[in-house]
């Protein structure tokens, strides 16, 4: 690890520095060791880690990078060690973990020895499977949250050669890998324990960030499974924490601290939801009533930058109750044009709607205003003044939130209303 990326990895675990700051500072690929013959390659916070292990049979790989940066991961490995890739290890099948193996077959295919084994959970090839079914979908999806127009979710995923269960031991060149199934942000997660260094790679159970465990355009998360996941990891007392994404974390009193907030928030949110559900209370009740641990949530690696804890409450609610939220009107909702254009016939129009809508974003209350600007858009969907309106509201909705996501989200309607204004 170069000298910048260390000092900024220091004062990011003290809460004094952005992850940009750190982004920039790894920018082209950078190499952290964490041994003798393990290094992680970091290229952005955006795109997963890729952790290489050198053993005498060749290199193991845990992830292989992105399609965007994955090519700066191979080079910086290629500088470290040119022995063949023997092994690739999927923490996951996120497309930023997975995709850089294609490089390394291309590798292997180029001096005619055998491509890589890949070995991960079973359920990656269903997760494959899926992607193949929703590619127009992951587009869509990928391209609004971070506001790429016209992205293109990537096809062609590297099978795994190699699947298993609940635990497998892997044994290649003299090195022995504990390879641990857990769920979480994920269910097809492996987190990987080398105990002849006691280092943890823990794959996105660690992000650095508040678990994005309750995105709002992506398949189930599993808060509960997740902390479950954490506290296996805490029992094996590491001395340092690969993380999914961001800097390694050394030490094991460090180690210990962050498997064990990142536990605790995501056990407390589950404990407090599940506690209300079992009083049978509706998600707005659950959502009013569990109380966001602000203390875990201040933490320099809790941040709620990514994932919002609103967020995963919904997500924990939908986990145990599915998606009834417990209002009777919105079970077979009227359609929203005939709502906005009832309520505004009783009060005087959209333009009342709207206007009314742009006095609450002024009184900060965006919350309301959107239920109100949605109303006034879907009973005049084409009068411009109400959509400017609506471009306000949703820069006020997402100047108000802390999350990449919820920022992205409000921002694709304020892009919307602002074409059609
Ligand atoms: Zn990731």
Not at 146 to 156: E, H, I, R, S, V
Not at 275 to 284: A, H
Request: aromatic share 8%; with cysteine.
């Amino acid at each position: 690890m170069n000298n910048a990326a260390m000092t900024i990895s220091e004062r990011l675990w003290q809460g004094e520095a952005p992850m940009e700051d750190w982004t920039a500072a790894v920018a082209g690929g950078s190499i952290t060791p964490v041994g003798e013959d393990v290094v992680v390659v970091h290229t952005s916070y955006v795109f997963g880690n890729v952790t290489a292990i050198r053993t005498a049979d060749g290199l193991v790989l845990i992830d292989t990078g992105s399609r965007e940066t994955g090519d700066q991961t191979f080079a910086a490995i290629r500088k470290w060690d040119d022995r063949p890739v023997h092994t690739v290890i999927y923490t996951h099948g996120h497309i930023d973990h997975t995709f850089g193996v294609h490089l390394y077959d291309a590798e292997a295919d180029q001096h005619g020895v055998p491509r890589p084994r890949i070995v991960a959970h079973r359920s990656v090839l269903e997760r494959f499977s899926r992607y193949d079914a929703t590619h127009g979908l992951n587009s869509v999806v990928m391209g609004r949250q971070f506001n790429m127009p016209g992205y293109a979710f990537p096809d062609q995923h590297r099978r795994p050669d190699q699947i298993y269960d609940d635990v497998f031991g892997l044994d290649v060149g003299g090195v022995h890998l504990e390879l641990i199934h857990g769920r979480g942000e994920t269910d097809d997660a492996t987190f990987v324990w080398m105990p002849q260094e006691r280092v943890l790679v823990s794959g996105d159970f660690i992000i650095w960030a508040f678990p994005n465990a309750g995105n709002p355009r992506k398949v189930q998360r599993h808060a509960p499974d997740w902390a479950h996941a954490l506290r296996k990891m805490e029992a094996l007392a590491p001395k340092a924490v690969v993380p999914g994404h961001g800097p390694v974390v050394f030490g094991a009193a460090r180690a210990k601290a962050l498997l064990d907030d990142t536990a605790s928030v995501l056990e407390s949110l589950t404990h407090q939801a599940l506690k209300l559900l079992n009083e049978g209370k509706t998600l707005e009740e659950v959502l009013v009533g569990v109380e966001q641990p602000a203390e875990l949530l201040a933490k320099p690696y809790l941040k709620p930058k990514y994932d919002d804890p609103e967020f995963v409450i919904r997500g924990i609610y939908h986990l145990y109750a599915g998606w009834f939220d417990g209002n009777p009107a919105h079970l077979k909702p009227a359609p929203a044009a005939e709502l906005g254009r009832e309520l505004a016939a009783l009060c005087g129009g959209a333009a009342v709607l709207a206007e009314r809508a742009a006095t609450l974003l002024k009184d900060g209350k965006t919350r309301l205003a959107a239920h109100l600007v949605e109303l006034a858009s879907a009973a005049a969907p084409e009068d411009a003044a109400v959509q400017r309106v609506r471009a306000d509201v949703y820069a006020g909705c997402a100047a108000a939130e802390t999350s990449l996501i919820g920022k992205a989200i409000f921002s694709v309607y304020r892009r919307d209303a602002e074409t059609r204004s």
